[in-house]
């Protein structure tokens, strides 16, 4: 019988299935690479997309937040604004007031009392005087309580003095003013 060596030919195979299979796993490899690049490319760019859009309302939100501060500027203005028209408003219709009183305190000062000062707060007013008796100060009290427009007189301090040879009373009072329902002075 004769011989086969078979053993080169089992060589060549192994060969030939090693070049198969390393060129199966360098195709294998360059696939995988290629997948790799494009998942990563395709990540890449949705994260760049993404950083974009925040970029955008960060911008956005910066603006926002000007305006709101701008906003809060405007409605403190606008407080100072009505604050300002309500104390116009408040003198436009108090503006009369002090001519009424002084009306009112000249029709009641009697004879022998005289005012040296004045001060009126909001529905009331301070009086200080100086009278040629006590009787003449308890006169303009009385006179004071019987107008219509002034009410509550309250005398605070009467001082008896001697200036030249003569005795006064000087006193200081308060009276308050009538108001109507809305809380106006009358």
Do not use: C
């Not at 910066?62 to 116009?88: G, H, N, S």
């Not at 002090?98 to 007013?125: C, H, I, M, W």
């Not at 100060?137 to 107008?147: D, G, H, P, T």
């Amino acid at each position: 019988m004769r011989q086969i060596n078979l053993l080169p030919w089992r060589t060549e195979l192994r060969e030939k299935k090693k070049k198969e299979y390393l060129t199966a796993l360098g195709v294998s490899a360059l696939v995988g690479f290629i997948f790799w690049m494009t998942t990563h490319f395709f990540f890449e760019t949705l994260i760049d997309h993404q950083n974009q859009r925040n970029g955008f309302l960060k911008a956005e939100i910066k603006k926002l937040d000007r305006k709101i501060i701008e906003i809060k500027e405007l409605e403190k203005e606008r407080e100072k604004l009505i604050a300002r028209m309500t104390a116009v408003e408040e003198l436009q219709s108090s503006r009369h007031l002090a001519v009424r009183l002084f009306d009112e305190l000249s029709r009641t000062l009697p004879d022998g009392v005289y005012l040296t000062e004045l001060e009126q707060k909001n529905n009331e007013a301070k009086i200080k005087g100086v009278a040629q008796s006590n009787a003449r100060v308890s006169n303009f009290m009385r006179k004071l309580e019987a107008s219509n427009w002034l009410y509550e007189p309250k005398l605070t301090i009467i001082e008896t003095k001697l200036n030249e040879d003569k005795r006064t009373s000087e006193f200081t009072l308060q009276v308050k003013q009538k108001t109507d329902n809305t809380g106006v002075i009358q």
